[in-house]
């Protein structure tokens, strides 16, 4: 009679068994998977091509190790499917769509790694996501996001590490991300802004401060130690490498070394971030090890504990209910935007190749400025040989209607191993939008690099403006196929000015032409 009126009441939520909870959690990761494999190919892609998000790979697994060392804890607590879940699944998958639908990965990756842990929070209920919810937002690491912040940690790098340096005595002068000494020049190169260390180093120390502490005030403070810390780790970093190749006459740390030495460098850092965790972390005693949960919320072998067959059932079948309605419609109606995506109908698209400096594909690689864009539908490289100055390479490239991104962070208008950005340089031209900038080798070789995008009806300098007329043009039904046309040449700082105007000037003369080579049906 007891166990009657517990169960028959439907007042008390079911507690299901390891094996029950896991099939529940693998049912909902296989279908978010299926459902939003689109998003997570182009994810996978990033991390495996690009060295900042290298550690994204690890990210989803470990947020699942994560939660299976919170088994005990998830299992004392009674899975109820929560509805009111589903309001934020809502806004997330229109997010989805809309990332679909202008191929914008930003919004595509934000939102279907939020939508994980809140259909994971929709399934097991409030109580028991509680339970494993560091887990469940150490899932948005895996967000390929944070490229933004390296032209303002090369800025810091610098300034601070140019005052280091007078600290030390050492004369310097400092133009934009050059820093020269008596004895050489040094570049804050992109791969010397540290961005990769910082996020490494952000999702360590947010592991770290979950796994080793528990007073909240603990944990924001080592995970803010963990965010300056690489900055400022890294500012030592770039004075330390100039400091020795001053000291040793250009000898040391000048070449491959000064990476070796960086590595070498940040693992002593790593070391020391976890020794001021060590420092910080809270000393338990034995008491303080036992069970995260009292004994009251607790499943025990009474009778009046036990939950019938049938009331599971109920639990389950509204969940899986509930689950399978948000995957159905999340894949109708991404299904419904990939059928309205404009297609290319198997049309080829290819450029004249008329112009008699068109570089053939086998003589890209021995261009010394070459644009790193992925997989577009058609490119080529033109050279041309002004009357006087130095040659100018002129790089287009065409991505049809969802056959590619135009606009995406892989695609870039050099090899950052090879090349970096110095400085932007203001240009003004309402009627022919282009952006300039200057870009350096690691031995001071210079270029100036002008691009713009190019649409169905216009032109764009910037990716923003682009891509939100790309995802307009989709909404609206048009086609949003697009190009983009990049022209560098290289210079020399003390002629910097006279050969900028003269690089705009064949722009300027040429604006409409290149265009027209990347727009399609012209």
């Known amino acids: 009679m007891q166990e009657q009126s517990v169960t028959g009441s439907g007042h008390r939520p079911p507690y299901l068994s390891f094996s029950a909870v896991t099939a529940l959690m693998a049912a909902v990761l296989v279908g978010w998977a299926l459902v939003f494999y689109r998003g997570l ?20 697994p470990g947020a699942f190790y994560l939660m299976y060392l919170k088994r005990d804890s998830l299992l004392n607590r009674p899975i ?91 004369p310097v002068y400092r133009s934009g991300l050059y820093i020269e000494i008596p004895k050489g020049r040094f570049l804050v190169a992109e791969a010397c802004s540290g961005i990769s260390f910082f996020i490494a ?48 006459d250009m000898k040391y740390a000048v070449g491959a070394d000064h990476l070796i030495y960086g590595w070498f ?16 972390r809270e000393r338990s005693s034995a008491s303080d090890d036992k069970a995260d949960v009292s004994a009251s919320e607790c499943v025990t072998n009474s009778a009046s504990d036990k939950v019938s067959t049938g009331t599971l059932r109920h639990y389950a079948r509204s969940g899986m ?20 995506l404009p297609s290319s109908s198997g049309t080829e698209y290819h450029f004249d190749r008329g112009n008699q400096y068109v570089v053939e594909s086998n003589a890209v690689e021995r261009l010394p400025w070459q644009a790193k864009y992925r997989r577009p539908a058609t490119e080529r490289y033109l050279v041309i040989n002004p009357v006087t100055g130095a040659d100018i390479t002129v790089y287009q490239a065409f991505y049809a209607a969802g056959q590619g991104e135009l606009i995406s962070s892989i695609n870039r ?23 300039m900038e200057i870009i350096s080798s690691p031995t001071g070789q210079l270029r100036l690099l002008a691009y713009w995008y190019v649409l169905e009806k216009t032109t764009f300098a910037s990716q923003r403006d682009t891509k939100i007329a790309q995802i307009a043009s989709t909404l609206a039904g048009e086609a949003s196929h697009g190009g983009v046309v990049a022209v560098s040449v290289e210079v020399e700082r003390r002629q910097l000015a006279a050969q900028q105007q003269r690089l705009s000037q064949f722009i300027t003369d040429h604006y409409q032409q290149f265009s027209k080579d990347v727009r399609l049906g012209d």
């Open 321 to 340: 209910a509930g689950l399978t309605l948000v995957f159905v419609f999340a894949a109708v109606w991404f299904q419904f935007i990939a059928q309205a």
């Open 413 to 435: 208008f050099y090899d950052q191993d090879n090349w970096t950005k110095v400085e932007d340089i203001p240009v003004s031209t309402p009627d022919s939008p282009y952006a």
């Open 201 to 248: 180093s952000l999702v360590i120390g947010s592991l770290y401060a979950y796994l080793n502490m528990q007073a909240v005030w603990r944990r924001a403070t080592f995970v803010l130690l963990s965010i300056l810390f690489p900055v400022a780790a890294n500012i030592v970093r770039v004075y330390g490498i100039i400091m020795i190749a001053h000291m040793s």
């Open 41 to 60: 190919s182009s994810a996978v892609t990033i991390w495996y091509n690009s060295d900042i998000f290298n550690h994204c790979m690890f990210v989803l």
């Open 265 to 280: 460098f940040f693992a002593f850092v790593i070391i020391c971030l976890l020794a001021l965790g060590e420092f910080i």
């Open 80 to 170: 109820k499917p929560n509805l009111w879940a589903l309001i934020l699944v809502v806004p997330l998958v229109a997010l989805y769509a809309v990332g679909l639908a202008g191929d914008v990965q930003l919004f595509m990756h934000a939102a279907m790694f939020a939508l994980l842990p809140v259909l994971y929070w929709f399934v097991l209920g409030t109580r028991a996501a509680r339970t494993i919810l560091f887990p469940l937002v150490f899932i948005l690491f895996c967000i390929p996001l944070g490229e933004e912040l390296v032209p303002y940690l090369q800025q810091i790098a610098a300034t601070f590490s140019v005052q280091l340096l007078e600290l030390s005595g050492v």
